[in-house]
């Protein structure tokens, strides 16, 4: 059990310390992952930034991933939407508008007060508050992978035992605490889940775009 986000993070950047990188960058998901990735960043000296997928919600039941769709467009379906796609085809091309439109909003919040950082040659760690689907997690790392990184590593507090096995053929590494076969919810392992708003993801941002870095990565809370 981790008592908030910044614990976990402090905690997997102990099992990241000491490791050779190259340049790094931290890509976070927000919004949850986004003070994951402050933590990390500040406690490796790397770079932060964000990496905008969202999920695709299942017809009826908005709460179920189906899928996720990545910043640039592309976009990752779960096996089981990918056996009934024909019947979800119609339903998807909408759900799959409305997500791109709340990605180009946060594009625009967060690119205000951090352009895009540059990820060719780098050693580039994608994070999160945990993996339940892996849907946003699976769309995050094609999208990364296609900007020809030097390493792609994932680093989570707690995952899908399940979910955890497929990330790691999509990647170089995994680093995960907790990946536990009672699992359920990725807030179950947290004793504070406070939801991260926006306002907090542009403050960190923010803190590690400007030339001076702010002394800590806590939250605004």
């Known amino acids: 059990m981790f008592r908030d986000q910044e614990d976990a993070a402090r905690r997997l950047a102990a099992q990241l310390k000491g490791r050779p990188l190259y340049q790094p960058l931290v890509l976070a998901i927000p919004r949850g992952g986004a003070v994951t990735g402050a933590v990390l960043a500040q406690e490796l000296g790397a770079d932060l930034d964000v990496v905008l997928s969202r999920k ?3 017809p009826g039941q908005p709460e179920v991933a189906i899928g996720a769709i990545a910043e640039d467009g592309q976009v990752y379906l779960n096996p089981q939407a990918e056996a009934v796609f024909d019947l ?12 791109l439109a709340e990605i180009a909003r946060r594009r625009k919040l967060f690119r205000a007060v951090r352009p895009q950082a540059p990820i060719a040659g780098r050693s580039v760690i994608v ?19 296609a900007q020809q990184p ?7 507090p707690v995952a899908s035992p399940d979910r955890l096995e497929e990330i790691r ?3 170089d590494d995994v680093v995960c605490l907790l990946a536990p076969e009672e699992f359920q919810a990725v807030g179950q392992f947290y004793a504070d889940f406070t ?16 030339p001076a870095r702010a002394p800590t990565a806590s939250k605004a809370r």
């Open 127 to 145: 994070t999160d508050d945990g993996i339940a689907t892996g849907s946003t997690m699976f769309a995050a790392l094609q999208a990364v992978k």
């Open 56 to 58: 695709l919600r299942a």
């Open 150 to 156: 030097r390493e792609l590593l994932v680093a989570v």
């Open 169 to 171: 053929r999509w990647c």
């Open 195 to 210: 939801q991260v708003e926006d306002d907090e993801v542009v403050e960190l941002l923010r803190a590690f775009a400007a």
């Open 88 to 99: 979800l085809e119609d339903y998807l091309i909408e759900e799959r508008r409305q997500q």
